[in-house]
């Protein structure tokens, strides 16, 4: 390297710095930061907490838009917004996305891909957010394919295809970057296809890592399929994980077997289906695995966030994970060997009476789906489904979402066809008994409830916690509300006119706190009057 | 592999005449009627029930269709939806290969017909407007009130064994968005209607006179919300079974066309 150049790229590096680029060490601290909000769970334990109290349980009542951003596209906005430097980055359905000026709200710019038509989709084309390293974004669209774009444009970097989605495959999760990756999961159980968790190179797209969540033949827990079922097994990972920088290992919940709802096709636990993995940062290779429901048949997906808590239980200090499962039980585990805790049911669960002391649920049977159809609590939607959930450091209490109630459901053996839904027969509903909703607060040391807000439609948006003693939360019917965290009493709302279908995030801009949630299709960023 | 190959033939074939087809390229194709089947059970049987037969939406199991008898006719209805009612247009939502694999799950019905009832369509007509009271709550086409749903294609939407449920048994299959709700104000007055929103903080209902309220939960005692029927109870003994069959051979006949 000449002189010049290595004078030039010092510069170079300076104006990074200056522009705020985000490295590695700013995604570990991001706890820290309060002008930012730099990953999907804000730091990477997941927490959703912001220390900023600016906006408290006093004031709240006051705030007010400060700026509404009209997208314009319909769809679910299912997205966290990324904050940083004086600019919001934010993913829409259908694969959109823009960058906003955080003064204003006026947008900076606005990247499309169109989603083809023939894409097999279960859920809509939400997306679920961005990640950053350096100057770029990094999401993933709709046709299984993750794209990095410059941050300063929006303009395109690479492109990669992380499975034909033809047969199947489809992509909604927030990446998370770890240790100059990008890591991603997928989507497709409904579908018969066959999934897995992958690591792309940050630089250069390239692929460094992929671990199936359902392994092959000659694998460990290939045994735990039967027949050639693991081609179709499904266990989808379409909601990002956490990270634990001193262990280096990554933590990614997965998501039903396939067929959903027909468990003959596929004799045995179906690993890791419904599972925990603790996997290597480096490798990619399996650490430890958790099943929460061996050979599911009700859809219970496990992809709720894997949030990392310092945590005393039973008067012994653990480095815990958390969880609440689409199963109607809240989990506690070792994150460090994967270790059963201890498990609460905090929703009406009728199919299990508790659980093995190695966290095996004990099965009260004739819960099968079958042709007339059997009773099920929770319904197929859990319980606590994917909605992004938050500690508060402050309250020492974990909050999560919870759709309450039954379904019927009804199984089928079916032929699998090629990127057709592959799930087995169906649910109904209750005929006279609508499915609720709550939001829950509770120790995370114990399970224990502390309070209980209800809702009358199961939720739809995340959560987000604040050092103010907040807990902002929105509903299907386009509320969005700040709520006391200590005690969950509603202290302020709005009505947005639009479903709130993502979490909120918080952040300092020139000095005073704003909070920000996608609401409709727009997004509205709050601030207390000036 | 023989099945991959059938795919790959039949995609082509739907690709190239598309919706033009008289008859479902799956016809009799047992794996097809299976996805058909599966598929039917996950996207139309909340509506239509889980074999088929009807619901709040009609039988679809009697091997004979309104909109018509070919293939192609059930394929229209399946892929367009019925406009202005609650059957859903799957064109844009669904495959073509996929619909017609449902088609021809529903050609597995062998013909049957409808339900037929006993009973006099016109003696039906003056009870409705009549001693009966339907009127009273009830549109057919232009005529009638608007409390409780318009009737006016009735026949055509829902099966018979749902109108005698709504009929006799009103509490057991509510249509689909009605719910009542029921105000304690604080100084313990009770206002109940039919609920136009419910939500957190508030409901929005709509009394037997026609006139609306809105009320914030923060505001009164209590806000409940209740899956019953408003329609009159009793009708099972009030009715002879005469009577309740005129009214069904009456309704069953309200397919839309009429008093337009």
Same mark, same amino acid.
């Given at each position: 390297m000449n002189r010049q150049v290595w004078l030039a790229s010092i510069l170079l590096a300076c104006a990074a710095a200056a522009l705020g680029q985000v490295d590695s060490e700013a995604l570990a601290n991001s706890q820290q930061d309060d002008e930012s909000w730099l990953m999907y769970g804000r730091n990477y334990s997941a927490w959703r907490y912001s220390p900023l109290d600016e906006i408290d349980t006093e004031n709240v009542g006051r705030i007010a838009p400060a700026w509404i951003f009209q997208t314009g596209e319909s769809g679910k906005f299912q997205t966290t917004p990324l904050v940083r430097d004086g600019v919001m980055y934010v993913t829409g359905p259908s694969n959109h996305a823009w960058a906003l000026d955080l003064?204003?709200?006026? @947008? %900076?710019w606005h990247y499309s891909e169109p989603v083809p038509g023939d894409l097999p989709l279960c859920c809509g084309k939400p997306n679920r957010g961005f990640a950053i390293l350096g100057n770029r974004l990094f999401k993933v669209n709709m046709q299984a394919t993750l794209v990095a774009l410059d941050a300063t444009t929006g303009d395109v970097v690479w492109e990669v295809e992380s499975a034909d989605y033809r047969k199947g495959y489809s992509n909604t999760v927030a990446p998370l970057v770890v240790n100059g990756m990008v890591v991603v999961g997928i989507a497709g159980a409904e579908f018969g296809t066959r999934d897995f968790i992958d690591a792309y190179d940050? @630089?250069?797209? @390239?692929?460094r890592w992929r671990f199936w969540t359902v392994p092959g033949p000659g694998e460990p827990g290939n045994e735990t399929w039967g027949g050639d079922s693991w081609k179709r097994g499904g266990a989808s990972t379409w909601i990002t994980g956490s990270y634990d920088p001193e262990l280096n290992l990554i933590y990614w919940g997965t998501g039903n077997p396939g067929p959903d709802l027909d468990g003959a096709p596929r004799p045995g636990d179906n690993l890791y289906s419904d599972s925990m993995l603790a996997l290597d940062a480096d490798t990619g290779e399996l650490r430890w695995y958790f099943q929460f429901t061996p050979h599911d048949v009700h859809d219970w997906d496990s992809v709720a966030d894997p949030v990392l808590i310092d945590v005393e239980v039973d008067g012994q200090p653990r480095k815990a994970l958390v969880h609440a499962n689409r199963n109607g039980h809240f989990y506690a585990l070792d994150r460090t060997s994967g270790e059963f805790l201890f498990a609460r049911a905090y929703t009406e669960v009728n199919w299990a009476d508790g659980m093995t002391s190695a966290g095996r649920p004990i099965l009260i049977p004739g819960h099968e789906p079958t042709d007339e159809g059997t009773l099920t609590c929770p319904g197929m939607g859990g319980g606590h489904n994917w909605h992004a959930t938050s500690y508060s450091p402050q309250t020492g209490l974990y909050y999560f979402n919870s759709g309450d109630g039954c379904q019927i459901y009804h199984g089928a053996t079916q032929d699998f066809v090629e990127g057709e839904y592959y799930l087995g027969s169906a649910m109904e509903n209750v005929t006279g008994e609508p499915r609720e909703g709550s939001i829950l607060a509770v120790d995370p040391g114990t399970g224990d409830r502390r309070w209980r807000f209800a809702l009358v439609s199961p939720p739809t948006s995340g959560l987000l916690s604040t050092g103010g003693g907040l807990l902002f939360a929105g509903t299907a019917e386009g509320y969005f509300v700040a709520l006391d965290a200590a005690r969950g009493k509603p202290l302020w709302r709005l009505q947005t006119g639009g479903p709130v279908r993502a979490p909120a995030i918080t952040y300092r801009f020139e000095g005073r706190q704003y909070v920000a949630t996608a609401a409709g299709s727009a997004i509205i960023a709050f601030a207390l009057p000036r | 592999m023989r099945w991959r190959v059938l795919t790959l033939f039949v995609s082509l074939a739907v690709a190239a005449a598309g919706q033009e087809l008289e008859r479902s390229p799956f016809h009799g194709d047992e794996a097809s009627i299976g996805a058909g089947k599966a598929s039917f059970r996950l996207r139309c049987s909340a509506c239509h029930g889980i074999h088929a037969e009807g619901g709040k939406g009609p039988p679809l199991n009697r091997g004979e269709f309104s909109a018509g008898n070919r293939d192609a006719d059930i394929y229209r209805v399946i892929a367009q939806g019925v406009p202005g009612t609650e059957m859903p247009a799957y064109g844009t939502r669904s495959t073509e290969e996929n619909i017609w694999r449902i088609v021809s799950f529903l050609r597995t019905f062998e013909a049957v017909g409808d339900e037929r009832v006993d009973g006099d369509a016109e003696r039906g007509e003056a009870l409705f407007w009549g001693a009966g009271g339907c009127g009273g709550c009830h549109k057919v086409g232009r005529r009638g009130g608007s409390y409780g749903p318009d009737l006016t294609r009735i026949g055509r939407s829902r099966s018979v064994q749902h109108l005698r449920e709504a009929l %006799?048994?009103?509490? @057991?299959d509510l249509p689909a968005g009605y719910f009542v709700v029921k105000v304690v104000t604080r100084d313990g007055k009770t206002i109940s209607g039919i609920g136009s929103g419910i939500d957190d903080f508030s409901a929005q209902l709509r009394d037997v006179s026609g006139k609306l309220h809105s009320f914030l939960r923060e505001d009164v005692e209590s806000i409940e919300r209740e899956f019953k029927s408003v329609m009159p109870s009793g009708y099972g003994e009030s009715l002879s079974d005469q009577q309740q069959r005129d009214l069904l051979a009456y309704m069953q006949a309200l397919r839309g066309e009429e008093s337009r």
């Open positions: 003064k204003t709200g006026r @947008e %900076l940050a @630089e250069t797209g @390239e692929r | %006799l048994d009103p509490d @057991e």
